[in-house]
């Protein structure tokens, strides 16, 4: 009785308090526009980011007397000897040369080496998520201010995405795949565990209508593009990477509902019928590309397909094979493609296939990403085209385009600084000194 009494006293008490409440809103309501047109007039602070060189990526040459002026997150103007605006925050970096932020293609950022195998077994999805900060942090301070997450359990890299857009932690700007596709008993299946345990893929689907449903459940979940593993792999159990694992049909279904769906997708694809039915469905990029033949670099090359190349990991990994524990049945595999990937993916650079920038990096340490260029370099690109490939070609890939991949107007101001020539040497490019993200020095 206590409680209806109370209640209705309240209820007969609304009409006396509505005219104070209102006139509250209405005090409030007009100071609003003033505060909020004070606040939109309000110019963002200049930052002048000054060195003494600049790589222009596009137009491929070093610009001396650099000076770069950013507001907020975006750069307002780039140049030689720029004049500088009274009151803006001068970040001098003497001898150095401002890059773009380095952008990697091809990441597994909530993974690491000692993962392969049977030790993945005992890590759960938040655990990886939590693994997956640390990595972020590590790569963002390499110089890669963007990458491309190419696979993740239970959709922990777009948890880390969207942890990093709120500024819950730091990190690169990421395009994310969650659970990458494939096929029962595949590269991307669960084949580690036994039959009573009845394991199977969060991205596994057999069959068109299968892999409909999976590809739109991925973009539900907030997938950025989609990742399809169309043939056999090295680091997984019981298949050949040199064999196709989905269909022309159903590849078909899930690149042409992505691209409707406004989504890019990726092929990890060593074997040769696998890239060429990737290219054939309209995938956006190849992954790894290890046994890419003359018909397969044909074919790219008429479809203008990224092939996205992951290299140094086959020094790193077969190095140190016995200290992360890799199985043994892996290893063997990795003995036979790896080596051969370097002498085909050398052959697709020199015919002109199109080369984005790619690590795998979890497969060897987060951090390390850099080393990728020099093994282009050996594989006959220029220091400058093996840079591009981390820029624009990249940022072409990833259809940002109007984002990042150069030092100019409008885009994110997304900078690192190396000592020295990297024009000269690229290996430089392994020692980022300086690094900046959205207009924040991180580095």
Known sequence: MNVITSSIRRARALPLLLPALLLACSASAAEAPASASASASAPAPVVAVKAARMLDVRGGKLVDNAVVLISGERITAAGAGLAIPAGAQVIDLGDKTL??????????????????????????????????????????????????????????????????????????????????????????DDTLHA????????????????ALK?????????????????????????????????????????????????????????????????VLAGVDSIEHGSYIDEEGIKLMKEHKTYLVPTLYLGDWLI???????????????????????????????KAGVPIAFGTDAAVYPHGLNGREFAVLVKLGMTPLQAIRTATLNASDLLGWSDKVGTIETGKFADLIAVDGDPLKDVKLLERVQWVMKGGAVVK
């Open 319 to 349: 190095e140190n094979a016995e200290a992360i524990r890799l199985p043994k049945p892996l290893l063997e595999k990795a003995k036979v493609v790896l080596p051969q990937a370097r002498v085909n993916i050398g052959k697709a650079i």
């Open 214 to 278: 999976v590809t739109r459940r991925n973009i539900k979940y907030g997938a950025d593009v989609i990742k399809i593993c169309a043939t056999g792999g090295v680091l997984s159990f019981g298949d050949d990477p040199r064999t196709s694992q989905y269909t022309l049909e159903e590849l078909k279904a899930i690149i042409g509902d992505a691209h409707r769906l406004g989504r890019k997708t990726a092929a990890h694809a060593h074997g040769g019928d696998g890239i060429k039915l990737s």
């Open 195 to 210: 039959p009573q345990y009845n394991a199977t893929g969060l991205g596994v689907a057999d069959g068109v209508a299968e």
């Open 99 to 188: 890059l773009p932020g380095l952008i990697d293609a091809h990441t597994h950022i909530t993974g690491k080496p000692e993962d392969m195998g049977y030790g993945v077994i005992a890590i759960s999805i938040p655990r990886m998520a939590l693994a997956g900060a640390k990595n972020a942090l590590i790569t963002l301070r390499a110089g890669f201010t963007t990458i491309r997450d190419v696979g993740a359990d239970g959709y922990a890299d777009i948890a880390l995405r969207d942890a990093i857009n709120d500024g819950d932690v730091p990190g690169p700007r990421i395009l994310a795949s969650g659970p990458a596709m494939g096929i029962t008993g595949g590269h991307c």
